[in-house]
């Protein structure tokens, strides 16, 4: 008999469903399971996994970004490296920038925030996509970073955050939450929650369903949060208001064929606290951005539809679905040129409408072929819609010619819309005892800008019992952005936020259709070692970035009012290059657990300016004791250190030059306590402090000080369930 090599049960595929799925084959009496390509890239070093349990030993939060960025590699910055969006700020993997990761819910990409406008230097006013699926209802949350990350098509040049969410069940089950979070500082905003969950059979085993529902709200910091402190009249952290309702049916029409039916609808709504990008809110007509706060300026209203198809055969596995995403963008209309740009300058609302249509297929099946081989082949088709009025028109240069378009906002389309189709292949073979390589390779076919190819190569090597080396290379790629291709997409600039290579005269700046896909190559390799629930591990990992898209700095021809043209054009070339490093160590088993990671920036820099992708920490340091006192109690206390975060160097624009901040933000620390209580068998109460030293910062939108750290607060919470 051959040597036969477990690698992992099938026994609760079909009724947990995870998003990864193996294959059984019997031989004699033993069992061998193959796991898929996707399934064991989620072994590599630049994967963690956070799950329901971790999430629940954590610190109650109103944003999944805020349980995300504890991981390696992962941060919270601003759109760009210009930090001038300040507080509303997205995850950002291993300093690529929030453009490059792609959010994700049960497996299906999240695209409302590309709803929102994009300007000129490559920020977008948007608190991202984590905040859809209320904490109490995650599984576990998949944060995918370097090569495995490139299967995922485009978008996902700096990593995935794949946020599962609990499946139905076969028996009734309901919960009840209630959070509230207090800051000791009045001037900062406090935070109220209430979220339930219903889920239980409707036709026996054969038929399930899942209801849950959220509303939150978080108040805005007061108007002078920062003026108080340092006299800048830089906003502090607007607040929001959530409502989400989102329901699922499983069908299992046989005991390996099973149909789930999604649909999801949320009203996201922000309270304003001042202006995210200008600190003086006098630029703004009539002092409207003053006379705004604590108003909802933008709504982001959202609907989902999907449906999925899981089936096990006698020859592998297959997984087919459809899915449909509506969002509606409802915000006040905003300046569109220099220094106002992004600036709300009107009491009148507008809609930008973004459709997003997806199909996706993929089957997995073993292959015997001189060593056993798990062939996994699949397609997926995309295709988004946008039609934005308010910013293709808000620059009215009417009586104008702009190259080959008209300076009249009537006369410029608001709509654009690009599909993307992709094939692609990867096999998990275990060519050797312990050796695991996992060959890929994608192929995508854009409508307007041609095809990409995305190969990969991942690696795993046992060295004994209890060390393993894992390593990985993937050419990774982003499609341009529908405000980056609309050729009516036009922005201006009377001189000041021209390019500093252009010594005079005012800039328009023109969407093209002629773009190239920005290519990042993706390397990381990485040694664990894993003993008796001791785990360590140090991975390091570089990103040669090319094509970058940027607003152009070389004039393509002059307006008919003398004005340059410039458009958006793919730059030049990037590094980011770090080491990431993690270490468990249980001092008690069962009931004291140490657990750290850590991140370190060698480089990051645009290699044309030298200015970073991203405003991010040197380092950052994330550490937890996990105390299990009884049965019923459970408590920790959480430290996480930030290294110095150093502004751009280089000016990039005329305002700019010889007025460069240099201002960095030191290293500081935050620590927490908190503490969980099952009272009885259907209560669970949970409190806590956050920021137990009362550490803040208060930004000034001035070289790096781009956010605020809020202080010390209490937290309490309480889940009744049946």
Request: charged letters at 20%; one cysteine or more; a negative charge.
């Amino acid at each position: 008999m051959s040597r036969i090599h477990t690698m992992r049960p099938l026994a609760l595929f079909l009724t947990t469903l995870m998003a990864s799925s193996v294959f059984a084959a019997e031989n004699e009496d033993q069992m061998v399971v193959r796991a898929t390509a996707e399934e064991e890239l989620k072994q590599q070093p630049g994967v963690s996994i956070i799950t329901a349990e971790d999430i629940k030993k954590e610190p109650p939060v109103n944003d999944l970004s805020d349980i995300i960025r504890k991981m390696p590699g992962v941060n919270l910055t601003g759109n760009s490296a210009t930090g001038s969006r300040g507080n509303n700020r997205q995850i950002d993997i291993r300093g690529m920038g929030p453009e490059n990761t792609l959010i994700m819910v049960d497996g299906v990409p999240v695209s409302s925030r590309n709803s929102v406008r994009y300007s000129w230097r490559g920020e977008r006013d948007t608190r991202g996509d984590t905040n859809w699926v209320p904490v109490e209802l995650v599984e576990r949350i998949e944060v995918i970073r370097g090569p495995a990350a490139a299967r995922y098509g485009s978008g996902a040049a700096g990593g995935v955050v794949n946020i599962i969410t609990k499946r139905p069940t076969n028996d009734w089950h309901g919960s009840l939450s209630l959070y509230t979070n207090q800051p000791e500082d009045n001037k900062e905003g406090a935070t109220r929650r209430a979220n339930f969950n219903l889920t239980g059979p409707l036709a026996g085993d054969a038929l399930t369903m899942r209801l849950y529902g959220n509303i939150n709200k978080t108040e805005p910091d007061a108007w002078d949060i920062n003026t108080a402190q340092n006299g800048s009249y830089a906003a502090g952290r607007e607040g929001v208001r959530n409502k989400d309702i989102n329901g699922q049916l499983s069908w299992k029409i046989t005991p390996t064929q099973i149909v789930d039916v999604d649909y999801g609808y949320s009203r996201q709504g922000n309270i304003y606290a001042g202006d995210t990008q200008y600190s003086n809110g006098n630029l703004s007509p009539n002092g409207l951005v003053s006379s705004l706060y604590g108003q909802e300026t933008n709504r982001m209203y959202r609907q989902n539809y999907g449906i999925t198809h899981n089936g096990v055969w006698d020859w592998g596995q297959s997984k087919t679905g459809f899915y449909y995403e509506k969002t509606n963008n409802t915000r006040l209309q905003e300046g569109s040129t220099g220094k106002v740009e992004g600036m709300i300058n009107s009491d009148v609302y507008d809609t930008s409408r973004l459709e997003s249509y997806r199909a996706t297929t993929e089957i997995n099946f073993p292959v015997t072929l001189w060593v056993d081989h798990m062939v996994t082949l699949g397609a997926d088709w995309d295709r988004e819609a946008l039609n934005d009025p308010a910013s293709m028109s808000a620059t009215d240069a009417s009586g104008e010619t702009i190259g080959n378009i008209s300076g009249d906002p009537s006369r410029r389309s608001s709509k654009n819309s690009a599909e993307i189709t992709g094939l692609y292949f990867e096999d998990n073979i275990e060519a050797l005892p312990g050796t695991f390589i996992i060959p890929g390779l994608r192929f995508d076919y854009h409508n307007k800008f041609g095809s990409n190819w995305s190969p990969s190569l991942n690696a795993s090597q046992e060295l004994g019992e209890y060390f393993k080396v894992k390593a990985g290379i993937a050419r990774a790629y982003k499609a341009p952005n529908l405000y980056q291709s609309s050729e009516g997409y036009l922005l201006s600039t009377r001189g000041n936020g021209c390019p500093n290579t252009i010594a005079s005269g005012s800039c328009y700046l023109l969407g093209n259709d002629d773009l190239k896909p920005e290519i990042s190559v993706n390397k990381e390799i990485g040694l664990e070692f894993n003993y008796d629930g001791y785990i360590a591990g140090i991975t390091y990992f570089r990103n040669d970035y090319k094509n970058k898209i940027v607003s152009g700095s070389d004039i393509i021809g002059y307006a008919s009012n003398g004005n340059n043209i410039l458009r958006w054009e793919n730059g030049g070339k990037a590094v980011v290059e770090g080491l990431e490093g993690n270490l468990t160590i249980p001092l008690v088993r069962d009931t004291l657990t140490w657990r750290t990671n850590a991140t370190y920036m060698i480089q990051s820099e645009n290699k044309d300016t030298g200015n970073p992708l991203s405003i991010i920490p040197e380092y950052t340091i994330n550490t937890m004791l996990d105390w299990q006192v009884t049965d019923k109690l459970s408590t920790n206390v959480n430290w996480t250190m930030y290294g110095r975060q150093k502004p751009r160097e280089y000016a990039e624009i005329r305002t700019e030059v010889d007025a460069m901040s240099n201002r960095e933000v030191g290293a500081y620390s935050i620590v927490g306590i908190g503490g969980n209580y099952q009272l009885t068998k259907n209560l669970l109460v949970n409190a806590g402090v956050s920021n137990l030293f009362d550490k803040r910062l208060y930004r000034e939108n001035d070289g790096a000080s781009t956010y605020n750290e809020p202080g010390r607060a209490y937290y309490a919470g309480v889940t009744m369930s049946f």
